[in-house]
């Protein structure tokens, strides 16, 4: 069995995620192109569709999930987070951030992280605050980080995207 250490409660399940995010935007495109009308693009108005008015659209909700893997994963290493602009339009360039933000987060070794439990972790908005590199993972990193690709996941379905479970969840290491 593994010992349990921030990467591999941070790292692995963000990477899998991500590209569980990934499959349900392709049924996502599949969805909006079986939609195509000539006076209205149903690919725009599901990148700006929300749950309810308060939240971020779908288009942030990745954003935002891509941004929380990333910065988390910097901040642990305790390396410069990459600078990624906000300026996807479509479901296409919303999936190349995506891949983006893998091949960033596949850049960060094991040996980075772990034994990093200690470390002050601050972010920009919580003036003159910290955590510590483990109340970060456990209490903020994860929790946020699944809520911004949940609600990306529960938008799809509420338009009528035919995504479940195992596309949210992906596969499981089942032993035989």
């Known amino acids: 069995m593994e010992e349990t250490n921030l990467y591999s409660i941070s790292i692995p399940p963000m990477l899998k995620a991500l590209e569980a995010l990934k499959g349900v935007l392709d049924k996502g495109k599949k ?30 909700q990745v954003q935002v999930a891509c941004d929380n893997a990333k910065g988390g994963a910097a901040r642990l290493a ?13 479901i296409d360039e919303l ?20 034994g990093k439990e200690a470390i002050k972790v601050v972010l920009p908005y919580w003036e003159d605050k910290h955590m510590t590199g483990f109340d970060y993972v456990t209490q903020y990193l994860m929790p946020n980080f699944y809520f911004h690709a949940t609600t990306a996941y529960t938008i799809l379905r509420k ?7 195992s596309d949210f969840a992906g596969g499981l290491p089942l032993k035989g």
């Not at 999936?95 to 772990?114: C, N, S």
């Not at 338009?159 to 479970?165: R, T, W, Y």
């Open 159 to 165: 338009n009528g995207v035919d995504v479940g479970k």
């Open 31 to 60: 969805h909006s192109d079986s939609k195509k009308l000539s006076w209205a693009d149903f690919e725009s108005a599901l990148l700006s569709d929300r749950i309810i008015f308060d939240q971020f659209p779908l288009m942030k």
């Open 78 to 90: 305790e390396i410069e987070i990459p600078k990624f602009e906000d300026t996807e339009a479509t």
């Open 95 to 114: 999936k190349a951030r995506i891949d983006k933000t893998i091949a960033f987060v596949k850049t960060i070794k094991p040996e980075q992280i772990i």
